[in-house]
C-alpha cells in the first residue's frame, strides 16, 4: 500500500480534460513539494511537474499541477492518444527523510 | 548530455547478493543528490534509497534497510547500490535518478533501468 493516494485509473475522450488527485499527510505534503511523473509502457519515468506546480523544459502547458493542504491535483487538458500512460505523484516525507510516491492513476484517453 | 546507465541487473537466487551500477555523465554528479526507485512487475514506482552529496548523509526504505547500501564513486561518476539477502519481491526493475536543484525528491533524469530477478 502507497503512501500517497490516487485514484487506479481515470479516463476521458480526446480533447476534453482530465485531473488526477494525490493525497498524503502531513509529515510528506506539509513542508514540501509535490513532484508528477508520467511513464509510459516499458520506459522509464519522465518528469512532468516539480514544485508542485512547475513544469519542466520540454513538457507542454497541457500539463499543470496544483497543491492544496495534504492533497495534489495533476491536470492534464486537450487530451491525446499519446497522454495515455500512468501517472505518479511523489515526495519527500520530512520526518523520516526518505521518498514516497503514489500507486499510479492509469491514463485511458477513449 | 546528462544521462545515467544502469548495470548489473540478472537473475540471482534468494540470499544472495547483487550489485547495481549507474555511470552518470553531462552534470556535477559530486555536487547531486543521487536516488534509486524500483518497480516490481505489474506494480508501482517504489523509492529504494538516497545518498546525499552534502555529509554523504544515505536513507532507505523500510523494505530494504539492513540489507541494500547505496554508495558512491565521485572519481568515477558511479553509483552504486548493493544488495544483499535478496528476496523473491526484490524482483523489479532497478533506476537510478538525479534529482532537480530545486527539490531534492523531483527526479528529473532517469536511467532507462536494470532488472533484478531472484529466483527461489
Known amino acids: 500500500q502507497s503512501v500517497l493516494t490516487q485514484p487506479p485509473s481515470v479516463s476521458a475522450a480526446p480533447g476534453q480534460k482530465v485531473t488526477i488527485s494525490c493525497s498524503g499527510s502531513?509529515?510528506?505534503?506539509?513542508?514540501?513539494?509535490i513532484s508528477w511523473y508520467q511513464q509510459l509502457p516499458g520506459k522509464a519515468p519522465k518528469l512532468l511537474i516539480y514544485?508542485?506546480?512547475k513544469r519542466p523544459s520540454g513538457v507542454p502547458a497541457r500539463f499543470s499541477g496544483s497543491k492544496s493542504g495534504t492533497s495534489a491535483t495533476l491536470a492534464i487538458t486537450g487530451l491525446q492518444t499519446g497522454d495515455e500512460a500512468d501517472y505518479y505523484c511523489?515526495?519527500?516525507?520530512?520526518?523520516?527523510?526518505?521518498?514516497?510516491f503514489g500507486g499510479g492513476t492509469k491514463l485511458t484517453v477513449l | 548530455q546528462v544521462q545515467l546507465v544502469e548495470s548489473g541487473g540478472g537473475v540471482v537466487q534468494s540470499g544472495r547478493s547483487l550489485r547495481l551500477s549507474c555511470a552518470a555523465s553531462?552534470?556535477?554528479?559530486?555536487?547531486?543528490?543521487m536516488h534509486w526507485v524500483r518497480q516490481a512487475p505489474g506494480k508501482g514506482l517504489e523509492w529504494v534509497a538516497v545518498?546525499?552529496?552534502?555529509?554523504?548523509?544515505?536513507y532507505y526504505a523500510d523494505s530494504v534497510k539492513g540489507r541494500f547500501t547505496i554508495s558512491r564513486d565521485t572519481s568515477e561518476n558511479i553509483l552504486y547500490l548493493e544488495m544483499n539477502s535478496l528476496r523473491a519481491e526484490d524482483t523489479a526493475v532497478y533506476f537510478c535518478?538525479?534529482?532537480?536543484?530545486?527539490?531534492?525528491?523531483?527526479?528529473?533524469?532517469w536511467g532507462q533501468g536494470t532488472t533484478v530477478t531472484v529466483s527461489s
Open positions: 535518478a538525479s534529482p532537480t536543484y530545486y527539490d531534492p525528491y523531483a527526479m528529473d533524469v
Open positions: 553531462g552534470f556535477a554528479f559530486g555536487f547531486s543528490g
Open positions: 545518498i546525499w552529496f552534502d555529509k554523504n548523509e544515505k
Open positions: 502531513s509529515s510528506n505534503f506539509g513542508n514540501n513539494f
Open positions: 514544485d508542485n506546480d
Open positions: 511523489g515526495t519527500g516525507d520530512s520526518s523520516l527523510s526518505v521518498g514516497v
